[in-house]
């Protein structure tokens, strides 16, 4: 079990503030716009009744902006007093428990045969290392050792 014992109080608030807003403004544009484009289809008139459905339409949006600033307030100053009065009452009570279950997202695809994913890596293919004899000219001191060639020289494995 996991308790909530605090809100913060300005998050929260500013968290439900613009979901408020969010909400007022799709229902504006879900609900309120079809209704006024209908009622005005159903005038069927292009006098007077024109220039009603496009203030119909314009005050519809202006309505569902206004409306959203003000459920945004609302929702800001309503939550924030609900969070403050919950941070109260869990200072006496001891908060709300949740249980909380852990879980994992599905398993990775296994990509490149059997030895999968990204995490394991894949044994690499060691080729025999080929000694070369080492020449060296009179009266010169003897060369620094290379290193091995990535190659095996040219002809060698051929049959």
Request: hydrophobic share 45%; net charge positive.
């Amino acid at each position: 079990m996991v308790r909530i014992r605090r809100f913060g109080v300005i998050k929260t608030a500013t968290m439900a503030a613009v979901m408020y807003a969010v909400i007022i403004l799709v229902f504006t544009l879900v609900i309120g716009l079809p209704v006024v484009l209908i009622a005005g289809a159903a005038a069927r008139d292009t006098g007077a009744t024109a220039g009603i459905l496009g203030g119909g339409v314009v005050g519809v949006l202006i309505f569902g902006v206004i409306g959203a600033i003000a459920y945004a307030i609302g929702g800001w100053i309503m939550t924030a007093i609900a969070c403050l009065f919950y941070n109260l009452v869990a200072g006496w009570v001891g908060g709300i428990e949740v249980q909380i279950e852990s879980t994992s997202g599905p398993a990775a695809p296994q990509w490149g045969g059997p030895y999968g994913g990204y995490a394991q890596q894949q044994p690499q293919y060691q080729q025999p290392q080929y000694q070369q004899p080492q020449y060296q000219q009179p009266g010169y001191p003897p060369a620094a050792p290379q290193p091995p060639s990535q190659f095996p020289p040219a002809g060698a494995g051929q049959h």
